[in-house]
């Protein structure tokens, strides 16, 4: 069975590094001229599908918006995962569960394991109950050829009393979040990429050594949010692993066609290239 790790680095090869979000949430449904329902919610998923298959490494549906539709949205959810499934393009499930125990189990059965209902090519975790409360999730997520992305050094401001607090050894914690991904990443070997991601956000300086992660690093905050192509390729020179911008709402806005989703997250990968390009 081929890793997650590999499985990305051979997808990112093939589609390059962009990551597009797939947030459905009130307004782009307005926007789009669908209806605030778990009916409007499929047709946007549908697109999303339709757009994003075999054009971008990474889709990223962020499960708080097909939630919010309760049961017949968590439903649109998991046919959107399975559709993914059958192609090329890979997809990481933003929900940012973390906790301890038996409940972590449980969420490691319904997203991680081998047949999860939920299960996705990768999940977004929280470490702030401790990163190796998250330990039922890596054993899970390796037994079935997935990956994680572990939250770090985030780009709310809420979160840096938190991230830059000094570790028990030094450092901040969101560094000691990143290292403890690159001991569990070990096993890929040099230049290899592991199966513990790391999420940093990309919309001002993250003051990281990402070295030694030698897995991917996802990078929310291109577009809309406010960092451009150039400011990702310059804030994260040096790392260590795969580098996966994410996109949504400068993408999505190009919607509902299809089509111009593809043809907007085309154009947005030729300038992430060629930034990368200018760079050297």
């Given at each position: 069975?081929?890793?997650?790790?590999?499985?990305?680095?051979?997808?990112?090869a093939s589609?390059?590094p962009?990551?597009?979000?797939?947030?459905?949430?009130?307004?782009?449904?307005?926007?789009?001229g669908?209806?605030?329902?778990?009916?409007?919610?499929a047709?946007?998923?549908?697109?999303?599908?339709?757009?994003?298959a075999?054009?971008v490494?990474?889709v990223?549906?962020?499960?708080?918006?097909f939630?919010?539709h309760?049961a017949?949205?968590?439903?649109v959810?998991?046919?959107?995962l399975?559709?993914f499934?059958?192609?090329?393009?890979?997809?990481?499930?933003?929900?940012?569960r973390?906790?301890?125990?038996?409940?972590m189990?449980?969420?490691?059965d319904?997203?991680l394991r081998?047949?999860?209902?939920?299960g996705?090519?990768?999940?977004?975790l929280?470490?702030y109950l401790?990163f190796?409360?998250l330990?039922?999730?890596?054993v899970?997520?390796?037994?079935?050829g997935r990956?994680?992305?572990v939250?770090?050094?985030?780009?709310?401001p809420?979160?840096?009393p938190?991230?830059?607090?000094t570790?028990?050894?030094?450092?901040?914690?969101a560094?000691?979040?990143?290292?403890?991904?690159?001991?569990r990443?070990?096993?890929?070997?040099?230049?290899?990429?592991?199966?513990?991601?790391?999420?940093v956000?990309g919309?001002?300086?993250?003051?990281?050594?990402?070295?030694?992660?030698?897995?991917?690093?996802?990078?929310p905050?291109?577009?809309?949010?406010?960092?451009?192509?150039?400011?990702?390729?310059?804030?994260?020179?040096g790392?260590?692993?795969?580098?996966l911008p994410?996109?949504?709402r400068?993408?999505?806005r190009a919607?509902?066609?299809p089509?111009?989703l593809?043809?907007?997250?085309?154009?947005?990968?030729?300038?992430?290239?060629?930034?990368?390009?200018?760079?050297?």
């Amino acid at each position: 069975m081929t890793g997650f790790g590999q499985r990305l680095v051979d997808a990112v090869a093939s589609h390059g590094p962009l990551c597009a979000g797939i947030d459905p949430h009130p307004a782009l449904l307005a926007q789009w001229g669908l209806t605030d329902d778990a009916d409007g919610l499929a047709s946007f998923a549908d697109a999303c599908l339709a757009g994003f298959a075999g054009t971008v490494a990474v889709v990223k549906p962020q499960a708080a918006f097909f939630e919010r539709h309760g049961a017949a949205g968590v439903a649109v959810l998991e046919r959107l995962l399975a559709g993914f499934a059958g192609t090329p393009t890979l997809t990481l499930l933003d929900a940012k569960r973390g906790d301890i125990g038996s409940t972590m189990d449980g969420y490691a059965d319904a997203y991680l394991r081998v047949g999860a209902p939920l299960g996705a090519d990768a999940l977004t975790l929280s470490p702030y109950l401790g990163f190796d409360s998250l330990e039922p999730a890596f054993v899970a997520a390796a037994e079935a050829g997935r990956g994680v992305f572990v939250l770090a050094r985030t780009s709310n401001p809420e979160g840096a009393p938190v991230q830059l607090a000094t570790a028990p050894g030094g450092g901040t914690v969101a560094q000691a979040v990143v290292d403890a991904a690159g001991v569990r990443n070990s096993g890929a070997g040099a230049g290899g990429c592991g199966d513990v991601g790391v999420v940093v956000g990309g919309t001002r300086e993250h003051g990281l050594d990402l070295s030694g992660v030698n897995g991917p690093v996802l990078v929310p905050g291109l577009g809309a949010q406010g960092a451009s192509p150039a400011d990702v390729v310059a804030r994260f020179a040096g790392t260590a692993g795969p580098v996966l911008p994410v996109a949504a709402r400068s993408v999505l806005r190009a919607g509902p066609d299809p089509v111009a989703l593809q043809d907007a997250a085309r154009t947005l990968g030729e300038e992430l290239a060629s930034a990368r390009a200018g760079s050297h």
